[in-house]
C-alpha cells in the first residue's frame, strides 16, 4: 500500500525530501564549521567564521522551503489517498463505521512519509556524517560509535517483533471505534478508552526499554570519549567541540529508531487490514 502512494506521487516526495535532505546535510556540517570557527578565533583567523556564517544561511533557506514544501505535498497526497480508498470501501460493501475507522488510520500513511521518513533520512545521515567526521577527529571515538550500532540493531530488532502484536490490538480498538461510540453503552465505551490506554501504555513502555537499553551503551560511549580526549594535550578548543557535538547528534539519531520501528509496526498492521 505505502509503495502505491510512492509511486503516483514519486516526483512530488522526490522534491519535498530533496530540501529535507538538503536542510539535514547543512545541519551535520555546521558542528564540524563551529569548531573550525572556534579554533579560527583563538588563532586570530577569522576566515572560519564566514563558513559558518554561510553554511547557517544555507541551512535556514533550505529548512524553510522544506516545511513550506511539505505542507502542500502532503495534503494533497492525503486528500487523494484517502478519498480513493473510502470510494472503494463503499464499493466493496464495507460498513459505514468501519469505513470512518479505517479513514482515520490512513492519515498513519501520510503520517509516515511526511514525519517518520524524514525522521529515518536524519538519522542515516546524522549516523553517517558523525561516524565518518569522529573517524577524522580521532579513531578510536569513531570505532567507538560503530560498535554500538551492534547493540542497538539487537535491540531494535526485538522491538519491531514485539510492537506488531501490540499494534495489532491498538488497531483493532481504533478500527471499531466509530461504531462503539455510536452506541448508547457508557460501560462498553469506558471499556474501550481503557483498553486504548491499556495498549498505548504497553507500547510506551516497550519503546522506552528499548530506548533506556540503549543509554546503558551511550554511557559507555561517552566515557571512552572523555578518556581519550583527557589522555591528548594537543587537542584544541574547536576539536573537542566537535567531538562531543558529533557524538552527540550520533546519539540523538539513535534514539529516533525505536519510534521509527514502532511506526512501521503500526503500518504494517494497518496495511493489512485494507488489503482484507
Not at 459505514?96 to 503520517?111: D, F, K, M, Q, W
Not at 490490538?169 to 478500527?175: I, K, M, Q
Not at 533506556?212 to 561517552?222: R, Y
Amino acid at each position: 500500500m505505502i509503495g502505491k502512494v510512492v509511486k503516483e506521487n514519486l516526483r512530488q516526495l522526490i522534491a519535498a525530501y530533496s530540501l529535507t535532505v538538503g536542510g539535514y546535510t547543512a545541519a551535520q556540517i555546521y558542528p564540524l564549521l563551529t569548531g573550525f570557527a572556534i579554533n579560527g578565533v583563538l588563532q586570530k583567523n577569522y576566515i572560519a567564521i564566514l563558513w559558518l556564517c554561510l553554511c547557517h544561511f544555507v541551512m535556514v533557506a533550505l529548512e524553510v522551503s522544506a516545511k513550506m514544501m511539505d505542507t502542500r505535498v502532503f495534503t494533497r497526497i492525503h486528500t487523494s489517498f484517502a478519498s480513493d480508498a473510502v470510494t472503494d470501501a463503499h464499493r466493496r460493501g464495507l460498513p459505514p463505521s468501519l469505513i470512518v475507522g479505517r479513514a482515520t488510520l490512513l492519515r498513519e500513511y501520510v503520517t509516515f512519509l511526511e514525519r517518520d521518513v524524514p525522521a529515518a533520512l536524519l538519522s542515516i545521515i546524522s549516523l553517517t556524517v558523525a561516524i565518518v567526521t569522529l573517524f577524522w577527529l580521532d579513531p578510536m571515538i569513531g570505532a567507538a560509535c560503530l560498535l554500538l550500532l551492534v547493540p542497538s540493531i539487537l535491540i531494535n530488532g526485538r522491538l519491531a517483533k514485539r510492537s506488531q502484536a501490540l499494534n495489532k490490538g491498538l488497531n483493532d480498538r481504533l478500527e471499531k471505534e466509530a461504531g462503539l461510540l455510536q452506541s448508547d453503552a457508557p460501560a462498553r465505551v469506558r471499556r474501550h478508552f481503557q483498553a486504548l490506554a491499556m495498549w498505548r501504555i504497553r507500547l510506551s513502555d516497550l519503546e522506552a526499554k528499548s530506548y533506556g537499553s540503549i543509554e546503558l551503551f551511550v554511557i559507555i560511549l561517552f566515557g571512552v570519549a572523555l578518556w581519550r580526549v583527557a589522555g591528548q594535550n594537543a587537542v584544541e578548543a574547536g576539536t573537542i567541540y566537535a567531538i562531543f557535538a558529533y557524538i552527540w547528534r550520533f546519539v540523538t539519531s539513535m534514539d529516533q529508531v525505536p519510534q521509527i520501528v514502532q511506526q512501521i509496526a503500526k503500518l504494517a498492521d494497518i496495511s493489512r487490514r485494507l488489503k482484507t
